[in-house]
């Protein structure tokens, strides 16, 4: 063992991981109690530890061949995610907003960036750098403000999605702007897609035949160990596949993830590789901070904060125009514009390569990646505060077309509705409140803010109109000042709140019955006017706990007296 390992270094390279480690999770707890996310504690990381901070690493190499690593399995977790299905509900949103927004994005930054002198190569470059977004930074925080399924974060998502896909070809297209594609660049182009063409068939037609049937019976061995070595397989296999053919390894991680991705294995496989892309996508997220200079950022902080602040508001601008060109309300669109004013992880990935192959000197990488980790590092700043910064826009005089969506409508609702009810959001929980209103002979209005479900119930006779029920516009076309119940069945807290707010006061005395996922935002809401809140974490622990009580016999009368859980304030 010692005759063929270099013992110096293997303890060089251990004692790096235990200080970047140890860094991480100290820093990492101090942006956790300051809300900021853990990728923006790693980065702050590989700033310490680097060679331009503190000096605490020495195999910077070792550490950037575990960050590759990384870019591997976050590319194959990408493609595992990814299914026609996925996109099936904002498909809208996926195909239109998604080229839309990168292309314009691209287009703008490419424009700013030939006016500033920068020339034609590099123009179209930081182009494609400022068009990505965080996947991993928005969704988390999404998911932590439970806004995954409200309008804005469905947009975000789709959006994203679509940016995680793009960046494949864009890595192809980077050798060819650093003018490296050879004397006929057209031979080049076709080459490469003869390449891809090649490896899209064996790999996108031959695998999935192929693969599923061996990890079928290796899963029926029921050794976790076996599936997960066999998953590396086919993750790394793809990977150095493409590599042979002078493609990139996250294109090949890419394509595995897709080979497995509508498999009855994806999930089992997403679950067991979640933790090493975990693990191994911080070493990248550090390796980028160990490259950053802070004493290139000190000398030239007011440009670089400059610079950020441009990015941030053009592709703001940018982002919520696109929301707006599809139909969205003006407030959906500005909330989604914010949410995606950041560059991302790829963007990083974009830049590298980029440095790799001279498209960049060292200075203006050192001034691109201080712009990207600003951005990244303020965007849970920027998400937290967008609902107050729409607001703002609201009250600028927009016409009603803006901020009500395109395809508002101004003619269907019932002006004659009274003693009705009020349903926003028509989701399963408003459709049932709808269906049971209809059984009962009650009258009702529904608003609902994605367009195809309005289309698809109207044809079905449902009183719906698309709306943005957050804004007093909708909710007076519904009547709702003549209305006896409003129900608030949006699972987005904060668009919640503000509607029981308006409703509240246009109709003081409308009976408001809202829906919340966790019982920490019931509060909020009674203080606004409900008069009754379900929870869906109370319901289902009520469910739960009276099961378990049934199977241990206990009396059902003294089961629902437990159940009277205080939903009051």
Same mark, same amino acid.
């Given at each position: 063992?010692?005759?063929?390992?270099?013992?110096?270094? %293997?303890?060089?390279?251990?004692?790096?991981?235990?200080?970047?480690?140890?860094?991480?999770?100290?820093?990492?707890?101090?942006?956790?109690?300051?809300?900021?996310?853990?990728?923006?504690?790693?980065?702050?990381?590989?700033?310490?530890?680097?060679?331009?901070?503190?000096?605490?690493?020495?195999?910077?190499?070792?550490?950037?061949?575990?960050?590759?690593?990384?870019?591997?399995?976050?590319?194959?977790?990408?493609?595992?995610?990814?299914?026609?299905?996925?996109?099936?509900?904002?498909?809208?949103? *996926?195909?239109?907003?998604?080229?839309?927004?990168?292309?314009?994005? +691209?287009?703008?930054?490419?424009?700013?960036?030939?006016?500033?002198?920068?020339?034609?190569?590099?123009?179209?470059?930081?182009?494609?750098?400022?068009?990505?977004?965080?996947?991993?930074?928005?969704?988390?925080?999404?998911?932590?403000?439970?806004?995954?399924?409200?309008?804005?974060?469905?947009?975000?998502?789709?959006?994203?999605?679509? %940016?995680?896909?793009?960046?494949?070809?864009?890595?192809?297209?980077?050798? *060819?702007?650093?003018?490296?594609?050879?004397?006929?660049?057209?031979?080049?182009?076709?080459?490469?897609?003869?390449?891809?063409?090649?490896?899209?068939?064996?790999?996108?037609? +031959?695998?999935?035949?192929?693969?599923?049937?061996?990890?079928?019976?290796?899963?029926?061995?029921?050794?976790?160990?076996?599936?997960?070595?066999?998953?590396?397989?086919?993750?790394?296999?793809?990977?150095?596949?493409?590599?042979?053919?002078?493609?990139?390894?996250?294109?090949?991680?890419?394509?595995?993830?897709?080979?497995?991705?509508?498999?009855?294995?994806?999930?089992?496989?997403?679950?067991?590789?979640?933790?090493?892309?975990?693990?191994?996508?911080? *070493?990248?997220?550090?390796?980028?901070?160990?490259?950053?200079?802070?004493?290139?950022?000190?000398?030239?902080?007011?440009?670089?904060?400059?610079?950020?602040?441009?990015?941030?508001?053009?592709?703001?601008?940018?982002?919520?125009?696109?929301?707006?060109?599809?139909?969205?309300p003006y407030r959906v669109s500005a909330m989604t514009g914010l949410a995606l004013a950041q560059t991302g992880e790829f963007s990083l990935l974009l830049l590298s390569a980029g440095l790799a192959i001279g498209l960049v000197d060292d200075n203006a990488y050192q001034f691109v990646l201080a712009v990207c980790l600003f951005s990244m590092a303020v965007a849970p700043f920027v998400l937290k505060s967008a609902h107050r910064l729409a607001d703002l826009g609201v009250r600028w005089p927009l016409p009603t077309k803006v901020r009500e969506g395109r395809y508002f409508i101004t003619s269907d609702a019932d002006e004659g509705l009274r003693d009705h009810i009020v349903i926003v959001g028509y989701g399963v929980i408003g459709a049932m409140?709808?269906?049971?209103?209809?059984?009962?002979?009650?009258?009702?209005?529904?608003?609902?803010?994605?367009?195809?479900?309005?289309?698809?119930?109207?044809?079905?006779?449902?009183?719906?109109?698309?709306?943005?029920?957050? %804004?007093?516009?909708?909710?007076?076309?519904?009547?709702?000042?003549?209305?006896?119940?409003?129900?608030?069945?949006?699972?987005?807290?904060?668009? +919640?709140?503000?509607?029981?707010?308006?409703?509240?006061?246009?109709?003081?005395?409308?009976?408001?019955?809202?829906?919340?996922?966790?019982?920490?935002?019931?509060?909020?809401?009674?203080?606004?006017?409900?008069?009754?809140?379900?929870?869906?974490?109370?319901?289902?622990?009520?469910?739960? *706990?009276?099961?378990?009580?049934?199977?241990?016999?206990?009396?059902?009368?003294?089961?629902?007296?437990?159940?009277?859980?205080? %939903?009051?304030?």
């Amino acid at each position: 063992m010692q005759g063929r390992y270099n013992a110096p270094v %293997q303890m060089l390279l251990l004692k790096d991981i235990v200080v970047i480690f140890g860094l991480a999770v100290a820093v990492a707890l101090a942006c956790h109690r300051l809300r900021i996310p853990t990728v923006v504690g790693f980065i702050l990381t590989g700033v310490i530890a680097g060679p331009h901070g503190l000096g605490l690493t020495t195999e910077i190499g070792a550490v950037e061949m575990l960050a590759e690593i990384g870019v591997i399995f976050l590319l194959f977790t990408i493609g595992l995610e990814f299914s026609v299905a996925s996109i099936g509900h904002v498909k809208r949103l *996926f195909f239109v907003g998604g080229p839309l927004q990168v292309v314009l994005t +691209a287009v703008v930054v490419f424009g700013c960036s030939l006016l500033a002198g920068t020339p034609t190569p590099q123009a179209i470059f930081y182009g494609l750098l400022a068009s990505l977004s965080s996947t991993a930074i928005i969704l988390r925080l999404l998911q932590e403000r439970s806004e995954i399924s409200s309008p804005n974060g469905k947009g975000a998502m789709a959006i994203l999605i679509f %940016q995680d896909i793009a960046f494949v070809p864009m890595m192809l297209v980077i050798p *060819f702007l650093a003018g490296i594609g050879g004397e006929n660049p057209w031979r080049e182009v076709g080459i490469l897609v003869l390449k891809v063409a090649i490896i899209w068939f064996v790999i996108g037609i +031959a695998a999935p035949r192929f693969a599923p049937k061996v990890l079928t019976r290796i899963a029926r061995t029921r050794s976790n160990e076996l599936f997960l070595l066999s998953i590396g397989v086919v993750c790394f296999f793809v990977a150095w596949l493409t590599s042979l053919a002078g493609l990139s390894l996250a294109l090949g991680a890419f394509l595995a993830g897709l080979i497995l991705s509508d498999s009855e294995h994806s999930h089992r496989a997403l679950e067991n590789v979640l933790p090493f892309r975990d693990v191994f996508s911080s *070493f990248f997220f550090v390796s980028m901070g160990m490259l950053l200079d802070a004493g290139y950022v000190a000398a030239h902080l007011p440009a670089v904060l400059g610079a950020t602040l441009v990015v941030m508001v053009l592709k703001a601008a940018v982002t919520t125009g696109v929301m707006l060109g599809i139909g969205l309300p003006y407030r959906v669109s500005a909330m989604t514009g914010l949410a995606l004013a950041q560059t991302g992880e790829f963007s990083l990935l974009l830049l590298s390569a980029g440095l790799a192959i001279g498209l960049v000197d060292d200075n203006a990488y050192q001034f691109v990646l201080a712009v990207c980790l600003f951005s990244m590092a303020v965007a849970p700043f920027v998400l937290k505060s967008a609902h107050r910064l729409a607001d703002l826009g609201v009250r600028w005089p927009l016409p009603t077309k803006v901020r009500e969506g395109r395809y508002f409508i101004t003619s269907d609702a019932d002006e004659g509705l009274r003693d009705h009810i009020v349903i926003v959001g028509y989701g399963v929980i408003g459709a049932m409140v709808g269906h049971s209103a209809k059984l009962c002979d009650i009258q009702y209005e529904v608003i609902e803010i994605s367009y195809d479900i309005v289309r698809e119930q109207r044809e079905r006779g449902v009183p719906i109109f698309y709306g943005d029920a957050t %804004q007093e516009a909708s909710l007076v076309k519904a009547n709702i000042k003549f209305a006896r119940v409003c129900v608030v069945a949006i699972p987005d807290p904060t668009g +919640a709140a503000r509607v029981v707010s308006l409703a509240r006061r246009l109709n003081p005395g409308v009976e408001i019955v809202a829906r919340v996922r966790y019982v920490r935002d019931m509060a909020r809401l009674y203080a606004l006017g409900a008069n009754e809140i379900v929870s869906e974490e109370t319901e289902a622990s009520i469910k739960i *706990f009276s099961v378990v009580l049934e199977k241990f016999g206990v009396d059902p009368d003294v089961i629902e007296g437990f159940g009277g859980v205080p %939903q009051r304030r």
